[in-house]
């Protein structure tokens, strides 16, 4: 329990992400996960929607140190709070990143992407004309599989429409593609569509070196059903 005041206490989040996980299904427990491991919430302006850049609510030793404990008394919802806590990535920054971030890393076989090993919001160092061209000494892509040297950014309609955020994107990718990283693009408009969403993830395949079959038609069908879930 954790100390609100002399007289009100709150379950911590460990606690409640496995509470949780005894009757939500895995998918919706990872995306929790992620909420409570980001760094983005909920914003007093409206017009705004989300405030980014902010502390998370527990560290993700936290979470898994916990979910381990519980698994091994057996408790109701661990096992599947364990499932979940594969499927989610901490330090996302934003409602959008986050569903991404399920849709990678769920299987093939149950319509995801299934392509791990990324992670969010890390920092790149620039060296010299990277920094001239980026116009900044680091660079932080919201997703990075860094043996591969793949980046995928997302690009929000709230965030990147305008013109001077334009030519800022354009030079930080420019930056990374200086420093021989490969970059993909994801827009609302592509979460949107389920054929440029299957386009974009065999690019992203063939980007991180993977030559796989094309999908069954049980996995179109389920990944049909994911991406309504996962992006409206």
């Not at 409206?46 to 140190?65: I, S």
């Not at 008394?73 to 399920?102: C, I, K, M, Q």
């Amino acid at each position: 329990m954790f100390k609100i005041d002399e007289q009100t206490y709150v379950c911590r989040m460990p606690a409640v992400l496995v509470q949780l996980a005894s009757v939500w299904d895995d998918i919706e427990v990872a995306t929790i996960a992620m909420e409570v491991l980001g760094t983005y919430g909920l914003s007093d302006q409206l017009e705004r929607g989300w405030d980014v850049d902010l502390a998370p609510l527990v560290t993700y030793g936290e979470l898994v140190r916990y979910i381990r404990a519980a698994m091994a008394l057996d408790a109701r919802g661990a096992h599947r709070a364990g499932a979940a806590l594969e499927l989610a990535a901490p330090d996302s920054n934003s409602p959008r990143e986050t569903a991404l971030a399920v849709y990678f890393n769920l299987s093939r076989r149950r319509g995801g992407a299934e392509l791990r090993g990324f992670v969010m919001n890390r920092s790149i160092e620039l060296t010299g004309e990277q920094r001239e061209i980026a116009g900044q000494d680091r660079v932080k892509p919201d997703f990075l599989w860094k043996s591969k040297h793949v980046t995928v950014e997302y690009d929000s309609d709230l965030s990147h429409l305008s013109s001077r955020q334009k030519t800022k994107d354009e030079r930080r990718r420019s930056a990374l593609e200086s420093a021989g990283y490969k970059s993909l693009v994801v827009t609302n408009g592509i979460t949107g569509d389920e054929i440029a969403l299957n386009a974009l993830t065999v690019q992203l395949e063939r980007r991180l070196g993977y030559r796989r079959k094309p999908l069954s038609d049980r996995q179109v069908a389920l990944r049909r059903i994911l991406v309504r879930r996962l992006f409206g």
